[in-house]
């Protein structure tokens, strides 16, 4: 369907098109009668036509140049999309991977930094695999073996983690190229048809991300999707946050509270035990703020840090799946910049940069080293489908898979 939009925004009026539809059904009928020169001439026409708000080439306040993610990788076409807010923050994201490669927000001085690590062009994210700023599906996190029972079958997956599947295999969501409708200025929605068997996943899944950035300086990520088949689902975003913005700075001396009593210990090759362990008198208990070093320092030698190399820990969450209670809480003293975790999810994995070696080179040509950032990922538990004890990660035809995580940013000194 074509709808006729007027902007009635502060820039003046414009009149454009975009298409209401099955995007990605629509090429896939198309691809079965043309050739696929004739896909990607196409692909870019109605590309355009699905939410190409603006046209004209500048730089981002974070300093990226909208051209340098202009590709078309198998037939989808890439580009950089910039949300609003009438504070000045500015979230930039690319559809391919649902990432976001830029977050600018105001410090303590009113100054804008920007507080997740990226890359200033696509090929960077193309050449290498990675979860930079990253929307994960369909499972977050390591599944035990790439394969689990689903009722009377075993599911078996694309093992790309060891001896393991993380993060949906190698055609996992972070390599593909969602759809994207940028209705207004500070909303972007994003769309993936998922085949079936995709990554050794059973059913057809049909998903929405929407993402809003909020007057209040908080970012929004809902979730949606749907199924043709009893699959498994677990969603999130897998963004590399320093909030002193500067990759130059460990996280270390950054204040965490998380909401939560328990955390999932790991065996030797990262994937949960099955058990839930209380996180008082442990490396792992944030339930009062305190410096991320400092945490991990009360016990330099515990099997769990050297097990991971830090923390890269799944934590039972307090909050009943309330998304007005805060999950957790990250502090940079060097900015003033506080973020606030909100989600319905029952888990929520902090991930304190370990694997980092500064081998990647990122925005402002700065190498990312160990432990310069954190994710904070909210989602369900790490190998729920091999643990019948966990909250299920299941879903069913007519049965929507819904999620929703929130950062909120705020200063203090």
């Known amino acids: 369907m074509l709808i006729l939009h007027l902007d009635k925004s502060g820039r003046g009026p414009i009149i454009y098109l975009y298409l209401r539809c099955s995007w990605r059904n629509l090429k896939i009928m198309i691809k079965t009668i043309i050739n696929t020169a004739v896909v990607g001439a196409i692909s870019m026409l109605l590309f355009a036509a699905c939410g190409q708000r603006n046209t004209t080439t500048a730089f981002t306040k974070s300093g990226l140049d909208r051209r340098n993610f202009q590709r078309v990788i198998d037939g989808d076409s890439t580009d950089l999309f910039v949300l609003t807010n009438a504070a000045g923050m500015e979230v930039c994201i690319t559809n391919y991977g649902g990432r976001i490669v830029s977050m600018m927000v105001p410090d303590a001085e009113g100054e ?5 690590l990226g890359f200033d062009n696509i090929d960077e994210y193309t050449s290498r695999p990675s979860s930079f ?14 394969r689990f029972v689903l009722g009377s079958d075993t599911v078996r997956l694309d093992v790309n983690s060891g001896i393991h599947t993380i993060h ?8 593909q190229v969602f759809d994207a409708v940028q209705p207004d200025d500070s909303t972007l929605v994003l769309a993936y048809l998922s085949p079936d068997g995709e990554g050794g996943f059973p059913g057809e899944v049909n998903v929405e991300v929407t993402l809003s950035l909020g007057h209040r300086n908080e970012l929004a990520i809902d979730y949606r999707a749907s199924t043709t088949k009893t699959t498994v689902m677990n969603m999130t975003n897998h963004s590399f946050f320093n909030l002193s913005g500067d990759a130059g700075n460990t996280i270390l001396n950054d204040i965490l509270f998380v909401n939560a009593d328990g955390f999932t210990p790991l065996d030797s090759t990262l994937v949960p035990t099955g058990e839930i362990t209380p996180v008082k008198g442990t490396p792992f208990d944030f339930t009062k703020p305190l410096a991320i070093g400092e945490g991990m320092a009360r016990d330099t030698l515990h099997e769990q840090l050297r097990v991971a190399g830090g923390i890269d820990h799944n934590f039972v969450l307090n909050t009943r799946h309330d998304p007005l209670v805060p999950a957790a809480r990250l502090y940079s003293p060097r900015s003033g910049i506080v973020m606030e975790v909100y989600t319905t999810e029952p888990g929520l994995q902090v991930y304190t940069g370990n694997m980092l ?26 190998d729920s489908p091999n643990n019948p004890q966990f909250p299920s990660t299941v879903i069913e035809p007519g049965t929507p898979y819904r999620s929703s995580c929130t950062y909120r940013f705020l200063t203090e000194r």
């Open 133 to 146: 700023g990253a929307t994960i599906g369909r499972f977050a996190n390591r599944i035990k073996h790439g």
């Open 168 to 175: 949906g295999g190698s055609e996992g969501w972070q390599y």
């Open 112 to 116: 804008f930094r920007d507080v997740v």
């Open 357 to 382: 070696d500064g081998s990647r080179i990122g925005k402002r040509q700065q190498p990312y080293d160990k432990q310069v950032a954190v994710c904070l990922e909210a989602q369900h538990f790490p």
